[in-house]
């Protein structure tokens, strides 16, 4: 898939309300409650990407199909981006202890250690 067009905002609201079929303002009341953040043309008309569509498709599965209120949804999507955050953390932490590794005259040493504020994170590579 061309990560371009999965990410370019083409959609108009009517477009997207009908492909999910639900109500215009659905996707109005999803955008206050800062659960959805559509493009904007130049007149304020909101434009809505594939990649937009699936979140909202991810938003309507918690509402609808497991019955999460708009507060919950919106706690669930703000871990999902510390989740995120985190494990791109790790990775560069990792790629961190890796070239370490690659360069300690210890060839045994497996482990990185990096402070952070008041606590330390230690990642140990197991073979």
Do not use: C, W
């Amino acid at each position: 898939m061309d990560t371009n067009s999965y990410v370019e905002p083409v959609y108009l609201i009517s477009a997207v309300a009908e492909i999910l079929n639900i109500h215009p303002q659905t996707l109005r009341q999803y955008e206050r409650e800062g659960l959805i953040k559509p493009s904007r043309t130049n007149g304020k008309i909101r434009l809505y990407s594939q990649k937009d569509i699936d979140h909202i498709k991810y938003v309507l599965t918690l509402t609808r199909d497991l019955g999460i209120n708009l507060a919950g949804v919106d706690m669930i999507l703000q871990l999902n981006n510390r989740i995120e955050t985190l494990e791109n953390e790790i990775l560069k932490y990792k790629d961190k202890f890796k070239n370490i590794n690659n360069m300690s005259v210890v060839p045994d040493t497996k482990a990185l250690v990096i402070k952070k504020t008041s606590f330390d994170i230690v990642i140990i590579e197991e073979k």
